[in-house]
């Protein structure tokens, strides 16, 4: 079993910036093939934000590209940074790590973009 806690979110100008932390405890059977951030506004369907591979690869959705950064460090601690932050942006994060036979899911921690 894999738990995932998300840490950082909060209240932002636009503009301004955040980073979430997701730290990971616990183990899985099979190997965790991919990390990632995901969002969920309110009355919208839970999106993707950011992945990133085994190998280090990554990958962002469109409306992020130039200005999110998913990273992740020795101890398995997945970041996303967060630059030039817009109130579209506001949403629940939820953090996300794969395996071949099972996702798990961290509890969320809301992030809200407003002047």
């Known amino acids: 079993q894999v738990q995932l806690v998300e840490s950082g979110g909060g209240l932002v100008q636009p503009g301004g910036s955040l980073r979430l932390s997701c730290a990971s405890s616990?183990?899985?059977?099979?190997?965790?093939?991919?990390r990632g951030w995901y969002r969920q506004a309110p009355g919208k369907e839970r999106e993707l934000v950011a992945t990133i591979t085994w190998d280090g690869t990554t990958n962002y959705a469109d409306s992020v590209k130039g200005r999110f950064t998913i990273s992740r460090d020795v101890k398995n601690t997945v970041y996303l940074q967060m630059n030039s932050l817009k109130p579209e942006d506001t949403a629940v994060y939820y953090c996300?790590?794969?395996?071949?036979?099972?996702?798990?899911w961290g509890q969320g921690t809301q992030v809200t973009v407003s002047s």
């Open positions: 616990g183990s899985s059977s099979f190997g965790i093939n991919a």
């Open positions: 996300n790590a794969k395996t071949p036979a099972y996702s798990f």
